[in-house]
């Protein structure tokens, strides 16, 4: 035991203890409802939007690099946390196994510091490896993006259609929906007219549509 705790907080394994300790702060925070899962933008996608055009050209980059060793597809925290862990347990058995029998001094801290990155680059293949069967299991539990309703063909259902009122019916492959809808058309539509919907305006949550017949051009 004596050894074990003299490992973990010398260098360089009481740098990812350290790390390993904030990753686990984090998750018992998390657990209690006291700060959002998703806090942290943790998305490893080559669509990321970045404010400037170099740090795009460097996000997809990394994107790329992430994916490549299996890091992709799943929340930052989740990714650091395995990844981390993993380092953390190279490092430390290089320390039980070599670096402890070393002399102290600046070969000892050469030789820490080659091992406290070597472990970081051999734990990303690994943690990779081990997030494998994870990153499957997450993908098929997360929602998949609603699909969008823009040129589906409704019914309205309201006695009248215009610029400030109107309700619609439409047929989603499911239960079906009814929705609010808005038209530009002077004459507007009436009960059982067919309508297509063009445009969707998120601020009143409302549908812009057009008659079926002029959205097909006869």
Known sequence: METFLQIVFSYPTAVYTVLLGVLVAYWLIAMLGMIDFEIIDGWFESD????????AVDGNAMAGIMARLGLGGLPLMIVLTVLVLTAWMFSYYSDYLLLRHLPGGVLRLLTGTASMVASFVVAMPVAGLLLRPVRKLYAKLR??????LLGMVGVVR?????????????????????LQVRTEAADGFKRGDRVVL???????NVYRVIGEDEFRGL
Request: net charge negative.
């Open 48 to 55: 990321v939007e970045i404010g400037e055009a170099v740090d």
């Open 143 to 148: 929602p998949e993006p609603p699909r969008s």
């Open 158 to 178: 309201s006695p009248l259609v215009d610029a400030r009122q109107g309700i619609a019916g439409v047929e989603d492959g499911g239960a079906g929906l009814v």
């Open 198 to 204: 063009i445009e969707h305006i998120e601020d009143d």
